[in-house]
Every structure is written in C-alpha cells, then in structure tokens.
T-cell receptor
Framework: SAVISQKPSRDICQRGTSLTIQCQVD?????MFWYRQQPGQSLTLIAT?????????ESGFVIDKFPISRPNLTFSTLTVSNMSPEDSSIYLC???????????????FGEGSRLTVL | GNSVTQMEGPVTLSEEAFLTINCTYT??????LFWYVQYPGEGLQLLLK?????DKGSNKGFEATYRKETTSFHLEKGSVQVSDSAVYFC?????????FGKGTKLSVKP
C-alpha cells in the first residue's frame, strides 16, 4: 500500500487568491493524479502529474487554472489559481502502484484538502 | 466513451437489512473493477476489487462479482450495520479509464 499525506487538510480562502496543495507519498510511485470532489458529487479527474514534465489535463481543466508540479517520484503540488466560490471542493491526491512490475489499477488516496472560497 | 452508471441514492436501510448497490460500466479494454467507500469526513478507501471475469471481491461482509457479460459489478451485503453508513463509489479502472461512479450514499438506521 501507500501512505499519502496532503496539506493543508482544509483552508478558507478569499476570492481571487491562489492556494497550493502538497502531496507527499511514502514510496516512489509511477502515477500520481489529482481529483476534485465538489460538494455531494463524485470524483472528477483534473490531471495526471508527470514526473519531470508537464501534467496531462483532462477536458475542462487547464494549466493556467490548475498548475501542477511533480519534481520527483514522491511529491506533487496542485495550485488552484485565482479562486472563486465555484472552486470550493475537496481536492484529492491519488497514486497508483506497480506490484512486481504489473499494474493492479488500484488507487490510493490522500485524505483530501477541503477548500472553501469566500 | 467510457462511463459508469451507479444506483442513485440516498439509500436508507434498517440495521441487518440486505443491501444491493447496482453498478454497470462501459470501458475501453478490460478494466479492473473497484468499490471505494468514503466514511463521513474521511478520504476514499478501497473496499474491494476484482481484476478478471467471474472474480468475486469481498471485504467486511461486502461482496461484488465481476460480470463481464453484463458489464456489471453490483455491491451486496447480507446484513448492514450502522457503521456501514457512508458513500460508496464504483470505479472501473484500466490503463485508459480512471472514472468513478457518482456515488451512492447509504444511511443505516438502528
């Protein structure tokens, strides 16, 4: 398994500001993802964080709004830029492990960062 | 495209009742199938999984069988407890798809 630490766990932010969420994993992982979970909704994949290169964004998400860094195999950051109340969500870091060279597909999640934008 | 259809909630049951949460999917390739659970105020945890046809995943009294012919992975539990109150997400995951169902909120009353 993987232990994933996210911070901050929650924050209240002002409209127009930006916030960076950090994700630290206790082992080297190939695949890291960022999800958004809006209130009462399911998870929506924002992007795949690629080590050493630009993240791969899903439809509806752009780098200017959600810049992502991944400097190494155990750490990533997601920034929510120029926030508005519609960005109030839980943001989840997730990783996928290879076991004995094969991909089980299983995702492990951090506990999430709950952002409220006023 | 790829999609997952999950039974809509909320579902309210009495303790010891039988639970079924339906999940069907369409996906490219041959996905592994997962059920994740999110307890109030917590992150997602893996509940059970199945990686090939006819596999049965089980955990904490919950079961789900990978039905390739009907592309389904219904979650069942014979006798629910108050502590099972949570939101349950069905997720077919492959190298291409990383999608989650909309979630089914389960409330179990004593």
């Amino acid at each position: 398994s993987a232990v994933i630490s996210q911070k901050p766990s929650r924050d209240i932010c002002q409209r127009g500001t930006s916030l960076t969420i950090q994700c630290q994993v206790d082992s080297q992982v190939t695949m890291m993802f960022w999800y958004r979970q809006q209130p009462g909704q399911s998870l929506t994949l924002i992007a795949t964080a690629n080590q050493g290169s630009e993240a791969t964004y899903e439809s509806g998400f752009v780098i200017d709004k959600f810049p992502i860094s991944r400097p190494n195999l155990t750490f990533s950051t997601l920034t929510v830029s120029n926030m508005s109340p519609e960005d109030s969500s839980i943001y989840l870091c997730s990783v996928r492990l290879l076991r004995q060279g094969s991909d089980t597909g299983e995702l492990f999640f951090g506990e999430g960062s709950r952002l409220t934008v006023l | 495209g790829n999609s997952v259809t999950q039974m809509e909630g909320p579902v309210t049951l009495s303790e010891e009742a039988f639970l079924t949460i339906n999940c069907t999917y369409t996906a490219t390739g041959y996905p592994s199938l997962f059920w994740y659970v999110q307890y109030p105020g917590e992150g997602l945890q893996l509940l059970l999984k199945a990686t090939k046809a006819d596999d049965k995943g089980s955990n904490k009294g919950f079961e789900a069988t990978y039905r390739k012919e009907t592309t389904s992975f219904h979650l069942e539990k014979g006798s629910v407890q108050v502590s099972d109150s949570a939101v349950y997400f069905c997720a077919p995951i492959s190298s291409v798809t990383l999608i989650f169902g909309k979630g089914t909120k389960l409330s179990v009353k004593p």
